[in-house]
């Protein structure tokens, strides 16, 4: 952990609880977890850069990451496409992906996860992933702190 320059996660699992709230409108809501945001800050001011690669492209995602002000935005990527973006970032930054932490919580996550320098999940994560041999599971769900869980275990290690 003491070599992390970069933290990627994912959205919906991860920072979200997965569950999407609809009105009768139509309007999509999200729920975020404040200290998981605190905790991708706290990264960012102990010198780590901070990202979220999602599947999804929707404006929520857009508005949380501008609140949060992370480095790297990217969505409407899936599975092999993390890997790239992740590749792309690393590449610009200098980096390898031995430096990158990556918290994802479903299948189009792994391939990311197995080749991220450090793997970890939320506790609530699906069997594909908790099955990883290298994975990381923190005892906070989704959505419910498991972002800052890790964000914890990495900034103690800086």
Known sequence: MKNIKLFLTDV????????MYYSAEGDVM??????????????QQAGVRVGIITSETTPIVQARAKKLGVDYLFMGVRFDGKVKVAEQICEEM??????????GDDVNDMALLEAAGLAACPADACEEVLALPTIRVMT??????????????IRKTL
Not at 30 to 43: E, H, I, P
Not at 140 to 153: N, S
């Open 94 to 103: 200098g980096i390898t992906l031995n430096e990158v932490a990556y918290i």
């Open 12 to 19: 919906d699992g991860t920072l979200t609880d997965g569950g």
């Open 140 to 153: 906070h769900k989704g959505g419910h702190g498991a972002v800052r869980e890790l964000a914890d275990e």
């Open 30 to 43: 999200k729920r975020f977890y404040v200290r998981d945001g605190m905790g991708m800050k706290l990264l």
